[in-house]
C-alpha cells in the first residue's frame, strides 16, 4: 500500500529527479548510444562496436589510458602521505582555535579555482621561473632545471587541486579517534610507526577511502592540468576524448572513449575497496 | 618489604595553576596503593607522571631504584588502564591482549601461550575471536588489565577504571579486581574519588586535596584516626560541625551545643563526629561520654545501613546517626525524643 506523502515530500523530490534524469542519466543514455553509432563506407550510420575496437587497435590510446590509470592511483597515494601528516597535526597536535582557522588557510587554493593556481605553478616551475632564478641566484645551478610541461609539473598541478579533498574527509575520520589510543598504544610500548599503522590508519580508513575516492576521480578525469602543465608527452585519457569532441569531430568515437574512461575508473574504485575490505556505504557515510 | 616505586618531592605546575604539589610517597612490592580525592585534585596528572605522558616540573619518580627522568612511557615498565579502558575497537579480544607482546622481540607461539593463559586468569577463555565492542563492561575491564599485565609489568597504574561501570557491577569488580590482585602479586596504583573503592581494595591509600596528599595511611587508620579536617570530611560519613569556641574544656558549636572535650593544646575550628560514634539511649556508668536529647527528624531506611537523621534540641544542629543491628530500635518514629551519648574519644578535633 502507497503511504500518503504531503506536498512538501514532492517539492523536494521533484527537482532532484528532474535534475538526475535531464542532466545526468538522459545525456548519458545518448552518449551510450552515439558510442555504438559508425558510419560504414557507404556514409550510412550503423550500429557496431567499431568504436570501442579501435581503441584496442591503436597502442598509443592503450598507453595513455594504462598511463592515466597508472599516474591518478599514484597521485591518490600521493596525497594521501602529503596529507595524512597535516590532518593529523591539525585534528591532534595543533589547539581547537588555531586547527579551524589553518583549516581556512588550506580551502584558499579551492577559491582562486584551478586554472588560476595552475598559471601560479607556471610562475613557480618556469625556466625562469621563481625556484629556478632562485637555485641560480644562490649558485646551485647554472641552467635552470626543466620543470614545466613535463609530467612532474603535471603532478605537482593534480596533487595540488586534489589534496584538499582527501583532508577534509581524513580529518573528519581523525576526529572521532579517541586520543587515550593512541596513548594506550604508547604505554603498551607501540612506537609512533606502529601507532600510525595499527591504530590511527585503520580508524581513519572509511575517511581515507571516501577521499581516495574523491581525489581519484578529480584527478582521473582533469583535464585542465594535463593540459596546461604536462608537456607534449604528458598524455592524459581525457585530452583524446576533448580532442575526438572538438578536433576530429568525431562524437561517437568520442563516447565510446569516455564509457571506457568511466568503466576504469568504476573498476578501479570497486577493486581497492574489494581490497582494503572496505564497503561503499560505510565509505559514503 | 622492597619499596618498587619511589616518589620524591613531585611537583606538576601549568600556566596558571599547580595540579600537583611538593608530593612524597613510597609504594611497596606487590602492594595495593591507591590515591583517593575529589575530581580535579591532581591524581590523575599524578598518574599520567608516573606513566610518562606528563613530564614533571620537579621532583623525580623512582622505580625500582632506577629515575624514570626522561624516560617515555613506551618505555617504562608500568602500563596503565585508562579510566575509558581504551580498546582497541579494530581488533578482537584477542588482539588486543597480545598488542603489547608483538611489540617486543617474542616468538608468535610464545606470545600464543602468554595470551591464552592471561585470558584465562581473568576469566575470558572462549571469547579470543570476539570484538571488544561485543562485550559487556565488565568483560571489556577484563581485557584492558589483561592487556597491561600480559607485559607483566612492575607497576600496573589504573585510572578509575570503575567510574562506568553500574553500581552492582562495580561492586562486584572491586572485589575481584582485589583478589586479582593478591593472586597476581603485581604492585598496584589504583586512583579513584569512590572512598568505598579506596577502602575496600587497598592496602594503603593517599588521600590527595588540592595538589598534596593529606594522609597516607592503611585504610582503617584513615577511618578511625584521620589526620586533617580534610580526611575526616571526605573519607567515610562524618557529621561536620563548626567550633565557635573551646574554654575550660567545653566546645561550643557556632550554633551554640556544647560538648566537654579534655586536653586540648590548641583551639580547633572543625569537628566530626561518625554516624556510628552515638550512642543511642546509652546506660549512666559510662565514663567520658557526654549525653544529649535528640528529636529524631526522619528514618533513612537502607538495611544494614539504616540511619536516622536527629535534631539536637539544644543547637538545632541536625546530625546523622547510625542504627545498631539489632531490633532495639524498630520501632522508633519521627518526632520522639532520644538520649545520645558520645564518648569524647569520638570528637574528632582540627584546626583549620
Given at each position: 500500500?502507497m503511504?500518503?506523502?504531503n506536498?512538501?515530500?514532492?517539492?523536494f523530490?521533484v527537482?532532484?529527479?528532474l535534475w538526475?534524469?535531464?542532466?545526468?542519466v538522459?545525456?548519458?543514455?545518448d552518449?551510450?548510444?552515439?558510442?555504438?553509432?559508425?558510419?560504414?563506407d557507404?556514409?550510412?550510420?550503423?550500429?557496431?562496436?567499431?568504436n570501442y575496437?579501435?581503441?584496442f587497435?591503436?597502442?598509443i590510446?592503450?598507453?595513455?589510458?594504462?598511463?592515466?590509470?597508472?599516474?591518478s592511483?599514484s597521485?591518490?597515494?600521493?596525497?594521501?602521505v602529503?596529507?595524512?601528516?597535516?590532518?593529523?597535526?591539525?585534528?591532534?597536535?595543533v589547539?581547537?582555535?588555531?586547527?579551524?582557522?589553518?583549516t581556512?588557510l588550506?580551502?584558499?587554493?579551492?577559491?582562486?579555482g584551478?586554472?588560476?593556481?595552475?598559471?601560479?605553478w607556471?610562475?613557480?616551475?618556469g625556466?625562469?621561473g621563481?625556484?629556478?632564478?632562485?637555485?641560480?641566484?644562490l649558485g646551485?645551478i647554472?641552467?635552470?632545471?626543466?620543470?614545466?610541461?613535463?609530467?612532474?609539473?603535471?603532478i605537482?598541478g593534480?596533487?595540488?587541486?586534489?589534496m584538499?579533498?582527501m583532508i577534509?574527509?581524513?580529518?573528519?575520520?581523525?576526529d572521532?579517534?579517541?586520543?587515550?589510543l593512541?596513548e594506550?598504544?604508547?604505554d603498551?610500548g607501540?612506537?609512533?610507526w606502529?601507532?600510525a599503522t595499527?591504530?590511527?590508519?585503520?580508524?581513519?580508513?572509511?575517511g581515507?577511502?571516501?577521499g581516495?575516492?574523491?581525489v581519484?576521480?578529480l584527478?582521473?578525469?582533469d583535464?585542465?592540468?594535463?593540459?596546461?602543465l604536462g608537456g607534449?608527452?604528458?598524455?592524459?585519457?581525457?585530452?583524446?576524448?576533448?580532442n575526438?569532441?572538438l578536433?576530429?569531430i568525431d562524437w561517437s568515437?568520442?563516447?565510446?572513449?569516455?564509457f571506457?574512461?568511466?568503466m576504469l575508473?568504476?573498476?578501479?574504485?570497486?577493486?581497492?575497496?574489494?581490497?582494503?575490505?572496505?564497503?561503499?556505504?560505510?565509505?559514503g557515510? | 618489604?622492597?619499596?618498587?616505586l619511589?616518589?620524591k618531592?613531585?611537583?606538576?605546575y601549568?600556566?596558571?595553576?599547580?595540579?600537583?604539589q611538593?608530593v612524597?610517597?613510597l609504594?611497596e612490592?606487590g602492594?595495593?596503593f591507591?590515591?583517593?580525592?575529589?575530581?580535579?585534585?591532581g591524581?590523575?596528572?599524578?598518574?599520567?607522571?608516573?606513566?610518562?605522558?606528563?613530564e614533571e616540573?620537579?621532583?623525580?619518580?623512582?622505580?625500582?631504584g632506577e629515575?624514570?627522568k626522561?624516560?617515555p612511557?613506551?618505555?617504562r615498565?608500568?602500563?596503565?588502564?585508562f579510566?575509558?579502558?581504551?580498546l582497541?575497537?579494530?581488533?578482537?579480544?584477542?588482539?588486543n591482549v597480545a598488542f603489547?607482546?608483538?611489540?617486543?622481540k617474542i616468538?608468535?607461539?610464545?606470545?600464543?601461550?602468554r595470551?591464552?593463559?592471561m585470558?584465562?586468569?581473568?576469566?575470558l577463555?572462549?571469547?579470543?575471536?570476539k570484538?571488544?565492542?561485543e562485550?559487556?563492561g565488565?568483560?571489556?575491564?577484563?581485557?584492558?588489565?589483561?592487556?597491561s599485565l600480559?607485559?607483566?609489568?612492575s607497576?600496573l597504574l589504573?585510572?578509575?577504571p570503575?567510574g562506568a561501570?553500574d553500581?552492582?557491577?562495580?561492586e562486584?569488580?572491586?572485589i575481584?579486581?582485589?583478589l586479582?590482585?593478591?593472586?597476581?602479586g603485581?604492585t598496584?596504583?589504583?586512583?579513584?574519588?569512590?572512598?568505598s573503592?579506596?577502602?575496600?581494595?587497598?592496602?594503603?591509600?593517599?588521600?590527595?586535596n588540592?595538589g598534596?596528599?593529606?594522609?597516607?595511611?592503611?585504610?582503617?587508620?584513615l577511618y578511625?584516626?584521620?589526620k586533617?579536617?580534610?580526611?575526616?570530611?571526605f573519607?567515610?560519613?562524618?557529621?561536620?560541625?563548626?567550633?565557635?569556641?573551646?574554654?575550660?574544656?567545653v566546645?561550643?558549636?557556632?550554633?551554640?551545643?556544647?560538648?566537654?572535650k579534655?586536653?586540648?593544646?590548641?583551639?580547633?575550628?572543625?569537628?566530626f563526629?561518625?554516624p556510628?560514634a552515638f550512642?543511642?539511649?546509652p546506660t549512666?556508668?559510662?565514663?567520658n561520654?557526654?549525653?544529649?536529647?535528640?528529636?529524631?527528624?526522619?528514618?533513612?531506611?537502607?538495611?544494614?545501613?539504616?540511619?536516622?537523621?536527629?535534631?539536637?534540641?539544644?543547637?538545632?544542629?541536625?546530625?546523622?546517626?547510625?542504627l545498631?543491628?539489632?531490633?532495639q530500635?524498630?520501632d522508633?518514629?519521627?518526632?520522639d525524643?532520644?538520649?545520645?551519648?558520645?564518648h569524647q574519644?569520638?570528637?574528632k578535633c582540627y584546626?583549620d
Amino acid at each position: 500500500m502507497m503511504k500518503k506523502r504531503n506536498i512538501s515530500f514532492y517539492l523536494f523530490i521533484v527537482p532532484v529527479l528532474l535534475w538526475l534524469i535531464f542532466l545526468l542519466v538522459l545525456p548519458h543514455i545518448d552518449l551510450f548510444i552515439s558510442s555504438f553509432q559508425f558510419e560504414n563506407d557507404a556514409g550510412e550510420t550503423v550500429l557496431s562496436f567499431n568504436n570501442y575496437m579501435s581503441f584496442f587497435e591503436d597502442s598509443i590510446y592503450w598507453y595513455t589510458f594504462l598511463r592515466t590509470a597508472f599516474y591518478s592511483i599514484s597521485i591518490t597515494l600521493l596525497a594521501f602521505v602529503v596529507t595524512f601528516p597535516i590532518a593529523f597535526y591539525l585534528t591532534k597536535v595543533v589547539s581547537r582555535k588555531y586547527s579551524s582557522f589553518m583549516t581556512l588557510l588550506l580551502l584558499i587554493p579551492i577559491w582562486v579555482g584551478e586554472l588560476v593556481t595552475i598559471y601560479g605553478w607556471m610562475v613557480l616551475l618556469g625556466d625562469h621561473g621563481v625556484i629556478n632564478s632562485f637555485l641560480i641566484y644562490l649558485g646551485i645551478i647554472d641552467t635552470p632545471i626543466v620543470m614545466l610541461y613535463t609530467d612532474f609539473s603535471m603532478i605537482i598541478g593534480l596533487l595540488y587541486m586534489s589534496m584538499l579533498f582527501m583532508i577534509v574527509p581524513v580529518m573528519s575520520a581523525l576526529d572521532s579517534l579517541d586520543d587515550s589510543l593512541i596513548e594506550a598504544a604508547s604505554d603498551l610500548g607501540a612506537s609512533k610507526w606502529t601507532i600510525a599503522t595499527r591504530i590511527v590508519i585503520p580508524h581513519a580508513m572509511p575517511g581515507i577511502a571516501s577521499g581516495g575516492i574523491i581525489v581519484f576521480m578529480l584527478i582521473i578525469g582533469d583535464y585542465v592540468a594535463p593540459n596546461i602543465l604536462g608537456g607534449k608527452s604528458s598524455l592524459w585519457f581525457t585530452e583524446q576524448i576533448y580532442n575526438f569532441f572538438l578536433t576530429t569531430i568525431d562524437w561517437s568515437q568520442g563516447a565510446a572513449f569516455g564509457f571506457l574512461l568511466l568503466m576504469l575508473s568504476s573498476g578501479i574504485i570497486w577493486a581497492v575497496l574489494k581490497i582494503t575490505g572496505q564497503k561503499l556505504e560505510r565509505v559514503g557515510s | 618489604m622492597e619499596h618498587i616505586l619511589e616518589v620524591k618531592d613531585l611537583s606538576k605546575y601549568f600556566v596558571g595553576f599547580t595540579a600537583v604539589q611538593s608530593v612524597d610517597f613510597l609504594v611497596e612490592e606487590g602492594g595495593f596503593f591507591s590515591i583517593l580525592g575529589p575530581s580535579g585534585c591532581g591524581k590523575t596528572t599524578l598518574l599520567r607522571m608516573i606513566s610518562g605522558f606528563e613530564e614533571e616540573s620537579e621532583g623525580d619518580i623512582i622505580i625500582r631504584g632506577e629515575s624514570m627522568k626522561g624516560i617515555p612511557p613506551e618505555k617504562r615498565p608500568v602500563n596503565i588502564v585508562f579510566q575509558n579502558l581504551a580498546l582497541f575497537p579494530m581488533m578482537n579480544v584477542e588482539k588486543n591482549v597480545a598488542f603489547g607482546l608483538q611489540r617486543q622481540k617474542i616468538s608468535k607461539s610464545e606470545i600464543a601461550t602468554r595470551v591464552k593463559e592471561m585470558l584465562e586468569r581473568v576469566g575470558l577463555q572462549g571469547f579470543e575471536k570476539k570484538n571488544v565492542t561485543e562485550l559487556s563492561g565488565g568483560q571489556r575491564q577484563r581485557v584492558a588489565i589483561a592487556r597491561s599485565l600480559v607485559l607483566k609489568p612492575s607497576i600496573l597504574l589504573l585510572d578509575e577504571p570503575l567510574g562506568a561501570l553500574d553500581r552492582k557491577l562495580r561492586e562486584h569488580m572491586k572485589i575481584e579486581l582485589k583478589l586479582l590482585q593478591k593472586e597476581i602479586g603485581t604492585t598496584f596504583i589504583y586512583i579513584t574519588h569512590d572512598q568505598s573503592e579506596a577502602l575496600v581494595m587497598s592496602d594503603k591509600v593517599a588521600v590527595m586535596n588540592k595538589g598534596r596528599f593529606e594522609q597516607i595511611d592503611t585504610p582503617q587508620n584513615l577511618y578511625k584516626n584521620p589526620k586533617t579536617a580534610f580526611v575526616a570530611g571526605f573519607v567515610g560519613e562524618s557529621n561536620p560541625f563548626d567550633i565557635k569556641s573551646y574554654e575550660n574544656g567545653v566546645l561550643t558549636t557556632t550554633n551554640g551545643w556544647e560538648l566537654p572535650k579534655q586536653n586540648l593544646d590548641y583551639v580547633p575550628t572543625k569537628l566530626f563526629i561518625r554516624p556510628e560514634a552515638f550512642i543511642l539511649n546509652p546506660t549512666d556508668d559510662l565514663e567520658n561520654v557526654d549525653v544529649v536529647d535528640m528529636k529524631v527528624k526522619t528514618i533513612l531506611f537502607d538495611g544494614a545501613n539504616t540511619k536516622i537523621s536527629a535534631t539536637i534540641i539544644q543547637s538545632k544542629d541536625v546530625v546523622l546517626i547510625s542504627l545498631p543491628q539489632n531490633a532495639q530500635f524498630e520501632d522508633l518514629k519521627e518526632g520522639d525524643i532520644v538520649k545520645v551519648g558520645i564518648h569524647q574519644d569520638d570528637l574528632k578535633c582540627y584546626k583549620d
